[in-house]
């Protein structure tokens, strides 16, 4: 099984620079299972209304990218909710190595108690996955 950061998300349903490349490498891993938790739900939301804020989209693309994104999270993928050690284990990291912010210790605290690899494009994320056991899907 695969964890999907935002940032994979993101990156495929508000259309980066990067997405074909991202989506290609989901399809390839989707055959092993894709999940995320239910904080990304809250995230995607927040990238398209930061997104329309700064002009970077307007509130069509915006409400299409999430109204896709919502068709892909019910069609193929599993969404775990947030447990309460989840966020224990989140603040432990936060305080550990690899200068988290706290929604990517919260990915790394979901990913880590589902034994799921993990995709993302965040650099510092990627870095730290392995300091706390998490293998990263390839991108390359």
């Known amino acids: 099984m695969i964890y999907l950061d935002t940032s994979i ?5 508000f ?16 055959a092993s299972g ?4 239910a904080w990304t739900l ?21 409400r299409q990218a999430l109204a896709k994104f919502g068709r892909f999270v019910s069609s193929s993928l599993l969404v775990t909710e947030i447990e309460p050690t989840d966020f224990r284990v989140a603040a432990t990291m936060i305080a550990g190595p690899g200068a988290l912010r706290a929604g990517d210790a919260l990915h790394l605290a979901v990913a880590r108690r589902l034994d799921t690899d993990l995709a993302t494009l965040d650099r510092r994320l990627a870095k730290a996955a392995p300091l706390y056991g998490i293998d990263l899907m390839p991108f390359d």
């Open 9 to 13: 998300l993101g990156a495929i349903f």
């Open 15 to 30: 259309r980066e620079p990067n997405a074909a490349t991202v989506l290609d490498h989901v399809k390839t891993a989707s």
């Open 34 to 37: 894709l999940a995320i938790s």
């Open 42 to 62: 809250t995230e995607m939301a927040s990238v398209g209304a930061i997104k329309e804020r700064t002009g970077a989209i307007d509130h069509p693309t915006r």
